[in-house]
């Protein structure tokens, strides 16, 4: 049978939990997870009714297999005979750790061990959990591609090596590796962001991922400032996606059809973010900083009218509050709207811009280039301009944005 993206994608987290309670690995859950659905796309139309528990007892039953195989069930059986079903414990939730969970927010909180380092957390709840490819965390990071490559790789050995096995922790444990979860889930949202601006379909859109898992980690804390910050960065990021691109063409901030921005999920967003606002502490934290930017750019009623003033405090604020190249570049788009605005030269932000071309990871130094092609273009500088979208274009992944790099480059 042809497996259902929807229903493989609700069903994934949920067999890759249960297995990796079974087998106590988190590398061997996601190995006979893969095994199990496979199987499950060989079987005849209509004859797997529940994809997940059919799975999770085909997964289970192989990895049985696999032990017996290598004359280890005589060591295991003491284990079956307390819990003879591990299929229906791993199914229960009333019987498994953090079982008010989400299944893909259990395994990033097990994926973001404090035994690992942050590195590695971040790869490896990236990879297992959010689905991303390895080529993708490292773009996210800012590393090579072997680098990230050679991370996860470590992690899952520490992870297996820890002596812990697949154990998803106490809540006050949850809360300590609260912050590298919500990094993760913003990561999945800025590849969504920067790579698939228009998904063909659901089960290629980490974006739309990043804001489920957004909405179960305010089911978890549902008072935590920068969790309702985060939920309301998700939420503004999708409402205003429809208006980012046209004929397959990436389109500007100023160019925006903001018509076509969702009112409801718009207003949801705002309305996280205002009262992410309110419980933060002085100062505040990332996401409410960056739900407040977020939360500007979608008021504002055009580019031209938007808070530039009010965009450049926040971006100030959150430089220190989270530094990084990619606020660095942001923070200079601002600043040269505001100069442009102004009258004055925006000598001092194109500096800058240039700096972060030439040292910057990948992410920030193909963002910094964008700007600079896009003050070139205001600024006159035709020829200028074009050159560095021609540029850009062979960089810039397949999709809306090339389009539209290559279209200005002609133009």
């Given at each position: 049978m042809t497996l259902d993206p929807e229903a493989f994608r609700t069903a994934w987290p949920q067999v890759v939990r249960a297995l990796a309670a079974a087998t106590r690995s988190l590398d061997l859950g996601e190995e006979y997870a893969a095994e199990a659905f496979g199987r499950a796309a060989a079987q005849p139309v209509g004859s797997v009714d529940d994809l997940a528990a059919w799975c999770v007892r085909v997964g289970r039953n192989a990895w049985l297999d696999d032990r017996r195989r290598q004359q280890r069930f005589d060591r295991l059986l003491p284990d079956l005979a307390v819990d003879p079903d591990r299929t229906s414990a791993a199914m229960d939730h009333d019987r498994l750790p953090g079982d008010a969970l989400d299944d893909r927010l259990a395994l990033l909180f097990v994926a973001c061990d404090e035994a690992l380092a942050p590195g590695a957390q971040l790869v490896l709840a990236m990879r297992v959990v959010c689905g991303l490819s390895t080529r993708q965390i490292a773009g996210h990071l800012g590393v090579p591609e072997a680098t990230a490559a050679a991370r996860l790789t470590r992690a899952k050995a520490a992870l297996a090596g820890s002596g812990a096995g697949f154990?998803?922790?106490?809540?006050?444990?949850?809360?300590?590796?609260?912050?590298?979860?919500?990094?993760?889930?913003?990561?999945?949202?800025?590849?969504?962001?920067?790579?698939?601006?228009?998904?063909?379909?659901?089960?290629?859109?980490?974006?739309?991922?990043?804001?489920?898992?957004?909405?179960?980690?305010?089911?978890?804390?549902?008072?935590?400032?920068?969790?309702?910050?985060?939920?309301?960065?998700?939420?503004?990021?999708?409402?205003?996606?429809?208006?980012?691109?046209?004929?397959?063409?990436?389109?500007?901030?100023?160019?925006?059809?903001?018509?076509?921005?969702?009112?409801?999920?718009?207003?949801?967003?705002?309305?996280?973010?205002?009262?992410?606002?309110?419980?933060?502490?002085?100062?505040?934290?990332?996401?409410?900083?960056?739900?407040?930017?977020?939360?500007?750019?979608?008021?504002?009623?055009?580019?031209?009218?938007?808070?530039?003033?009010?965009?450049?405090?926040?971006?100030?604020?959150?430089?220190?509050?989270?530094?990084?190249?990619?606020?660095?570049?942001?923070?200079?788009v601002v600043a040269g709207r505001r100069h442009l605005r102004n009258g004055r030269d925006p000598a001092t932000v194109v500096a800058g811009l240039e700096a972060l071309v030439a040292d910057g990871p990948a992410y920030a130094a193909r963002d910094a280039g964008l700007a600079l092609a896009d003050l070139a273009r205001r600024t006159g500088r035709v020829e200028e301009a074009a050159a560095r979208y021609r540029e850009l274009a062979e960089v810039v992944p397949e999709g809306p944005l090339r389009e539209f790099c290559r279209q200005r480059a002609r133009g």
């Open positions: 154990v998803v922790p106490r809540r006050e444990v949850r809360q300590e590796r609260l912050p590298v979860v919500m990094a993760c889930v913003a990561g999945l949202l800025t590849v969504g962001q920067r790579e698939v601006v228009a998904p063909g379909d659901a089960t290629d859109d980490p974006a739309r991922d990043a804001l489920s898992l957004a909405e179960a980690l305010t089911a978890e804390e549902p008072s935590d400032p920068e969790v309702l910050g985060l939920r309301a960065v998700c939420r503004l990021a999708l409402a205003r996606r429809p208006g980012r691109v046209r004929d397959g063409v990436a389109l500007t901030l100023d160019d925006a059809d903001r018509t076509a921005w969702h009112p409801r999920l718009l207003a949801a967003g705002l309305e996280d973010a205002a009262r992410a606002a309110r419980l933060a502490p002085v100062p505040p934290g990332r996401f409410v900083l960056e739900a407040a930017i977020s939360g500007v750019h979608a008021a504002a009623p055009s580019a031209e009218r938007t808070d530039w003033d009010r965009l450049a405090g926040l971006y100030d604020a959150l430089q220190r509050a989270w530094p990084s190249p990619a606020v660095e570049v942001a923070r200079l």
